[in-house]
């Protein structure tokens, strides 16, 4: 179940205080194991006309949960489906309601989504919370306090600065968000704590800066090339072998940008997932994040090729594939992990997780 | 004797522990030390479902809990003392026969659901919606695309004036639910071509005006602009997409970071294909539309064969560029021609450009 690893590296550095442990997390779940899982809830929210979506979601996420070992235990979800149901049943109304009245007047899409997007700090205050409140470790609930107005200060109030400062200041809120969900998330009566550098996310969001630049470069002197190409055929029309020319090295230089940009795209996932969970501590108790640029891209790229081949019949093994590279690649250098204590929690209702997963609003923990 | 981890609830400190349960008494004591961690009498235990391998869960009252690997055992307890919750669930996911079975099910049905469900779901939706709302809408799309792509026309207003008369003649308003106008404009970026907006605006291009040479082709085009709104085409397309786009999402959505590719494919196809059924079902109004009166058909398949002329000039007839051509056919909003023109018969007029 579990590695334990000698806490100096080889350049006998010593990276946490001599008690500490190093415990892998470990993903046990399997593809086949879950497809079935999946196919049950596909059919049976198919036949409950959607209702049994809640139930599904408990049992998906209860696999992926009690999958997931840290130190000999295993991780619980308890939400009850019955909330799930009913945030669900609200953010539908919400989407039917916006579908109708987009259908009729599209002006009120650019509102619709400024509501949303308004909407948006007390959307992840209630997913974060209610996700947290619902998973427990060892008998112990996770909790989650941060408050509406702080999120609003972190997902509106300084993302209004993008456009004033060119853009320089994205790594800072990404930091401050990132510290904002962190900071806020507590296990037991125990705060964590987040402890990156800003000047980590500047770095991050510098190389894929460049990289991109790099990119578009590139591309504008292929673009120019194939112009030039263009007008060096000017005067007589264009035969159709030329034409056909120009579209076969198009054909080569577009997926080929594309790979790139997945490449940069994969790289600050990545890079981002390894800051969060590398400045990650609670009570002398460190996270280590690992995951490496090439091992994501592989998987991300494979997974994708096998939910098109498979008409998407391959999501389950491309989920688990997926919560197995990221856990594996986990760990937590611990000190002392059974000293937690558990703190008075209230429920919290499911609504803000459901509309933020019906609209997809990045939850990024 | 059911072996695992026992947790109090207060603290997050493993015990190492065995459950046992004897004449209405559970035990739960430490392997190692053997001191009774918990003793109750008569309990009742919320036992966690089984989901796969995955750890058990027994919760007593007091907040505490056992949990084990031992997935068989706990099922055999919970025969013993509670009736099985959900347990069913697991029976079914772990039948490979039923697996198979509801697999097939679940195809057949997603395969009627994009051939028919979908498409009639909503068609029905869209007749619901009153059409003096669809009368009020879809300007503002006008509007928004005289700012961007369009410019006002450059065709003689005496002219456009006399092609509005002509067409608006061949119909009875009274009897369409949607009033129809008919607008000109001029664009490069969209050259020869026409569109109808829900709100029964039918525009022309100058290019599609000047690349007539009779002007009963542009009946028939008109034909076919007013079987799009006749049949609420643009609002049908919204719904459709919509649902395949949040169905997607709901199924397979967070399985990659490239979640845009997964998303975006299928409805990108599936529009595609909702849409070359649209041009039919707007080619055979265009049809009943120019026999009723009493105009050739042959004019549609004689403005359809030039401006593919016009969007294709290079015209290879070579086999390799029909092939390719058929592929491209899945890919693209309109079937091909060469299928559309068909009921319509041969080209009315021939004219040089």
Aim: aromatic share 12%.
């Amino acid at each position: 179940m579990e590695k334990i690893d000698p806490i100096i590296d080889a350049a006998g550095n010593q990276t946490a205080s001599p008690a500490s442990q190093q415990h892998h997390f470990e993903f046990t779940g399997n593809g086949s194991e879950f497809f079935r899982i999946w196919i049950v809830n596909i059919l049976l929210t198919i036949v409950t006309l959607g209702v049994y979506s809640a139930w599904a979601k408990v049992r998906t996420k209860r696999y992926f949960y009690g999958n997931t070992h840290l130190a000999q235990s295993t991780f619980d979800y308890l939400a009850d489906p019955v909330t799930i149901l009913k945030g669900r049943l609200i953010a539908v109304a919400i989407l039917l309601v916006y579908a109708a009245v987009r259908t009729i007047n599209p002006i009120v899409e650019p509102l619709f989504f400024l509501f949303l997007f308004l909407l948006t700090p007390w959307l992840i205050v209630r997913s974060h919370a209610f996700n947290a409140i619902n998973s427990s470790y060892r008998n112990i609930r996770f909790n989650f306090t941060g408050t509406t107005g702080e999120a609003a200060k972190e997902y509106i109030a300084y993302p209004l600065l993008i456009l004033l400062t060119l853009g320089l200041i994205i790594p800072y809120i990404r930091y401050r968000q990132t510290r904002f969900t962190v900071d806020n998330h507590r296990f037991g009566d125990q705060y964590f704590d987040f402890n990156a550098r800003v000047k980590s996310y500047f770095k991050v969001f510098g190389i894929a800066f460049v990289f991109m630049f790099v990119i578009g470069v590139f591309s504008a002197i292929m673009i120019a090339a194939v112009a030039g190409y263009s007008a060096a055929e000017a005067g007589a029309s264009m035969d159709s072998q030329s034409q056909q020319q120009i579209a076969a090295s198009m054909m080569v230089y577009i997926p080929i940008i594309y790979l790139f940009m997945a490449i940069i795209g994969i790289y600050v996932y990545v890079a981002l997932l390894n800051l969060m969970f590398n400045g990650i501590s609670i009570a002398d108790n460190q996270f280590k994040s690992s995951l490496k640029v090439r091992s994501m891209l592989w998987i991300q790229l494979t997974n994708l090729l096998g939910l098109i081949i498979t008409l998407g019949l391959f999501y389950p093994w491309a989920k688990v594939r997926l919560a197995k590279y990221r856990l594996e690649q986990l760990s937590v250098m611990a000190t002392d992990l059974d000293s937690f204590t558990s703190s008075q929690a209230d429920q919290v209702s499911a609504t803000g997780d459901e509309i933020g997963e019906v609209f997809a609003v990045d939850m990024g923990f | 004797m059911i072996e695992g981890n026992f947790f109090t609830g207060s603290s997050s400190k493993r015990h190492n522990a065995e459950l046992s349960l004897a004449n209405g008494l559970l035990l739960v004591k430490d392997t190692v030390s053997k001191q009774v961690l918990l003793q109750l009498n008569r309990p009742t235990l919320a036992i966690s479902a089984r989901v796969g391998n995955t750890v058990r869960a027994i919760s007593f009252d007091d907040g505490s809990k056992f949990e084990t690997l031992d997935n068989d055992a706990v099922d055999t307890l919970q025969a013993e003392i509670a009736p099985s919750k959900q347990h069913w669930l697991y029976w079914l996911e772990n039948h490979y026969p039923i697996i198979m079975a509801m697999l097939a099910t679940i195809i057949v049905i997603t395969w009627l659901s994009i051939q028919y469900g979908i498409p009639a779901g909503a068609k029905w939706l869209a007749y619901k919606v009153p059409a003096s709302l669809y009368a009020g809408a879809g300007d503002s799309t006008l509007k928004y695309m005289d700012k961007s792509i369009l410019n006002p026309s450059q065709l003689p207003e005496q002219r456009q004036q006399a092609l509005r008369e002509k067409f608006l003649s061949l119909i009875d308003q009274s009897s369409l639910s949607i009033p129809i106008r008919v607008e000109f404009r001029n664009s490069e970026l969209m050259g020869a071509n026409a569109f109808a907006l829900p709100s029964g605006m039918i525009v022309f291009t100058d290019d599609m005006v000047n690349l007539s040479c009779d002007d009963q082709e542009l009946t028939a085009i008109f034909g076919h602009e007013l079987g799009h709104i006749e049949y609420r085409h643009t609002v049908r397309s919204m719904i459709q997409s919509s649902v395949i786009a949040f169905t997607t999402v709901m199924l397979v959505g967070d399985a990659s970071f490239l979640g845009e590719v997964v998303v975006g494919l299928p409805t990108f196809l599936l529009e595609m294909d909702y849409s070359r059924d649209f041009e039919r079902e707007a080619d055979d109004y265009a049809y009943h539309f120019l026999q009723t009166n009493n105009i050739n058909p042959g004019f549609f398949t004689s403005i359809m064969n030039r401006m593919e002329t016009v969007h294709r000039p290079t015209n290879t007839a070579s086999s390799e560029q029909a092939d390719l051509d058929r592929v491209e056919g899945y890919f693209s909003s309109h079937p091909l021609t060469e299928q559309r023109t068909q009921q319509f018969g041969e080209a009315a007029v021939q004219c040089e450009m």
